[in-house]
């Protein structure tokens, strides 16, 4: 191992790295086998080389929080307008319909109530329920920095290794704990160590100081979280800047799930990432189709 003194803070990123050599529309991923390409591409579209994925898998640590007491009512709707959805095992049996286009991503990682350490995760899902259920990707938790850090990224290696096998994307979620900074050298770190334990996408959460270091600094597309429930127009700017920034895309919740109009919502969202429509556009569109369902 690399001795740990005299370490330099990294500084030359070179501008954005958004695309791969090979023609490859997904960053990382050109020497992928067929398969895995072919999963990730029910996730990023190939015009835009981004995803909107849609955010429901809360209950598996949270319960049924607000807008997911009844996901077959009013999550299940909304998963033709997304590219792709996240969810558990449980969550897609019991609630999405099995002709939904979507690319399925799976949660993977499980174990702790919101009541426990959330980073004492272990992996909870056999790869071969995986290929049944015909998943694009599998989502685990890492928590660099927290108390189980290591086991975290043994979980994610774990699961790399089975995605490997089966030609099935890993999407490693950086998880932060309450006392972690939540800066661009944090984000650098945890996303990085994601990266290079073999994730074909990380998951992350948008910071306005150095974001694109974030980006460039990760050899796989860097999604992000919506995290907590803002005004509309402030989770869309959020949205814009991350893809101005280099991410490939949002995988967003409660910001959609929670906001009075999901599906005008979802509209504004996708205009963002894909046609790259400013923030305050995109909140017009909002109004305009949440003004239409409110009359409907
Ligand atoms: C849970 C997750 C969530 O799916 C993620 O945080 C996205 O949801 P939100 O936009 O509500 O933050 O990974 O650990």
């Not at 949270?62 to 299940?76: W, Y």
């Not at 685990?140 to 089975?162: T, W």
């Not at 270091?213 to 860097?222: K, L, N, R, S």
Request: net charge negative.
């Amino acid at each position: 191992m690399a001795d740990t003194d005299d370490l330099r803070e990294a500084r030359d990123f070179a501008g954005p790295r958004t695309t791969t050599a090979g023609g490859f529309h997904v960053k990382g991923a050109q020497a992928q086998d067929w398969g895995l390409q072919n999963r990730l591409s029910r996730i990023f579209r190939r015009d835009t080389g981004r995803t909107v994925m849609l955010a429901f898998d809360h209950g598996y640590f949270l319960g049924p929080m607000a807008g997911l007491e009844r996901l077959d009512a009013t999550i299940a709707p909304l998963v033709p307008d997304a590219d792709a959805i996240m969810m558990t095992r449980g969550a897609l049996r019991t609630s999405i319909p099995p002709h939904s286009e979507a690319g399925i991503v799976l949660r993977a990682s499980g174990g702790p109530s919101v009541l426990r350490d959330l980073s004492d995760e272990h992996l909870a899902l056999d790869i071969e329920d995986a290929v049944r259920l015909n998943a694009a990707a599998l989502a685990i938790q890492v928590f660099i920095g927290a108390e189980h850090e290591s086991r975290s990224v043994r979980n994610l290696a774990a699961l790399v290794d089975a995605g490997q096998r089966h030609g099935i994307a890993v999407l490693g979620v950086t998880a932060v704990g309450k006392d972690m900074v939540r800066d661009a050298r944090y984000f650098r770190l945890a996303t990085r160590i994601s990266a290079e334990m073999g994730a074909h996408v990380v998951k992350t959460y948008y910071v306005e100081q150095g974001f694109e270091t974030v980006t460039a600094g990760c050899p796989v597309p860097i999604i992000v979280a919506g995290g907590k429930k803002l005004p509309e127009l402030d989770a869309l700017t959020m949205a814009y800047r991350s893809i101005q920034e280099g991410a490939a895309g949002v995988d967003m919740g409660r910001n959609i799930f929670q906001s009075e109009h999901p599906a005008a919502m979802l509209a504004a969202v996708r205009a963002v990432v894909h046609d790259q429509v400013k923030p305050e556009e995109a909140y017009e569109l909002f109004r305009g189709l949440a003004a239409d369902s409110a009359s409907a």
